[in-house]
């Protein structure tokens, strides 16, 4: 029952440090996204991916790359480390399209990872 | 591009009362909606999912409704207790601006109080 499982869940970066962050499914979800999380701004779209081998640019991509591999997992990561990239980062996955069928455009998320960047 | 609205920002009731958590969003081209229950330091659960065809959703005391044409979705919560403290988010699937993903609102805190 892992549904979608996030590592590490927390992290503490010296600034410059790099960094990946593992989000892996087991529902054989074609769509994955990653999220941060902060005080008073709510959840940004960063990366997505719309299957394995793809990746495309959400609305705060700036300061991230990702890769899709593999169909279960999706990678983020962070080259060089800034404050401004202390956050908590969610990732997420679905089925289908979001113009897709029914329920299985339902997203389901992870726990989070909590990254400081001192 | 879109903008998601959620009204309280936070909300404080005793416990057994009825409530209503409202939505907003300003572009109504949406494919679905979806509410979330978050708890301090956890991640997001999946409430109830409405389709844009769709009027409303019901999950045990929970119920969402949408208007799509107005850009509104309220999510109802009966007989609240206070195990349903906790942040709750509105989110909609929405195609904009050469991304797919869902656009969240900030969130509405309710406290249940015993």
């Known amino acids: 029952n892992a549904g979608v499982t996030q590592t590490p869940k927390f992290r503490v970066l010296k600034t410059g440090q790099s960094m990946t962050l593992l989000c892996a499914q087991d529902m054989n979800h074609e769509y994955m996204y990653w999220y941060r999380q902060d005080p008073g701004m709510g959840l940004r779209l960063i990366h997505y991916s719309v299957g394995e081998g793809t990746t495309a640019k959400g609305e705060v991509p700036d300061g991230y790359n990702v890769s899709r591999l593999k169909k279960q997992n999706f990678l983020l990561g962070l080259e060089s480390a800034a404050p401004s990239q202390t956050s908590v980062y969610f990732c997420?996955?679905?089925?289908?399209?979001?113009?897709?069928?029914?329920?299985?455009?339902?997203?389901?998320f992870g726990q989070g990872t909590r990254l400081t960047v001192v | 591009k879109q903008e998601v609205t959620q009204i309280p920002a936070a909300l404080s009731v005793p416990e057994g009362e009825n409530l209503v958590l409202n939505c907003s969003f300003t572009?109504?081209?949406?494919?679905?909606l979806q509410w979330f229950r978050q708890d301090p330091g956890k991640g997001l659960t999946s409430l109830l999912l409405?389709?844009?065809?769709?009027r409303e959703q019901t999950s045990g005391r929970l119920n969402a409704s949408l208007d799509k044409s107005s850009g509104r979705s309220t999510l109802y919560i009966a007989a609240s207790q206070p195990g349903d403290s906790a942040t709750y988010l509105c989110?909609?699937?929405?195609?904009?601006?050469?991304?797919?993903?869902?656009?969240f609102g900030k969130g509405t805190h309710l406290i249940i109080q015993p």
């Open positions: 409405i389709q844009s065809s769709q």
């Open positions: 572009d109504s081209a949406i494919y679905n």
């Open positions: 989110a909609v699937w929405y195609s904009g601006g050469g991304a797919d993903g869902l656009t």
């Open positions: 997420a996955s679905s089925y289908s399209p979001p113009q897709g069928w029914g329920s299985f455009t339902e997203a389901f």
